[in-house]
């Protein structure tokens, strides 16, 4: 009997302790993975056990987003910031969601906030983007142009932000400012439609 009890023991030794563990989900991961759905069942759980947890506000931010659940994400991260007011990345879930929301001025005002931090350029030049549509939804084209400018200088491969460039100079007849920006944008991607009709157009116009 004696010798049954020390096997089983030294059997329950051998075995690996992560046969008993449960692996931890990682949420980062599972966003990372385009698992968006168990992503954010994986934030809501971490928040049960410690509210304050910057961390999961941002990856379940990404998530709702990702989801188009704006509202949820506006609610969530303003509860995120009352633990942690200066987050920028909370505050850039916030903008994002209050812009697919159409609450622009909310939404600048994040925006705002974000560009204004220490960010890498790459995450500015994305909040840029979205500043700048959101002055040609206002129609204010010379401040689009800036934010615009602003985004295609941080990162100069995105042919959908040249030609919102190209779109917001030529909306200010700027004309052969808006044909570079177009040009730049099919130089980038030959096979778009949009920003040859822009340059197209924005010809027509100069050589009048």
């Known amino acids: 009997m004696n010798n049954k009890i020390i096997g089983i023991v030294l059997l329950i030794i051998c075995i690996p302790l992560s046969v008993f563990a449960q692996e931890k989900r990682d949420a980062r ?16 759980e971490e928040l049960k056990e410690n509210p304050s947890n910057s961390n999961s506000y941002i990856v379940l931010g990404w998530g709702l987003i990702q989801k188009g659940r704006y509202q949820e994400t506006v609610d969530y991260m303003t509860q995120g910031l009352r633990y942690n007011s200066s987050n920028i990345w909370i505050i850039k879930n916030l903008a994002e969601s209050y812009y697919y929301l159409g609450s622009y001025d909310q939404s600048l005002a994040r925006f705002e906030q974000f560009v204004k931090s220490e960010a890498s350029s790459n995450s500015k030049a994305e909040c840029y983007y979205y500043i700048g549509e959101i002055y040609i939804a206002k129609k204010e084209f010379v401040n689009a142009d800036t934010a615009l400018t602003l985004a295609c200088y941080y990162i100069n491969k995105n042919w959908f932000w040249w030609t919102r460039l ?23 991607d030959p096979n778009r439609e949009e920003p040859q009709r822009g340059r197209d157009r924005v010809r027509v116009n100069i050589a009048q």
Not at 166 to 188: N, P, T
């Open 166 to 188: 190209g779109f917001a100079r030529e909306e200010q007849k700027a004309y052969q400012a808006a044909l570079d920006a177009y040009s730049r944008a099919i130089q980038i």
């Open 29 to 44: 991961k599972l966003y990372f993975d385009k698992k968006y759905d168990e992503s954010i069942e994986v934030c809501f």
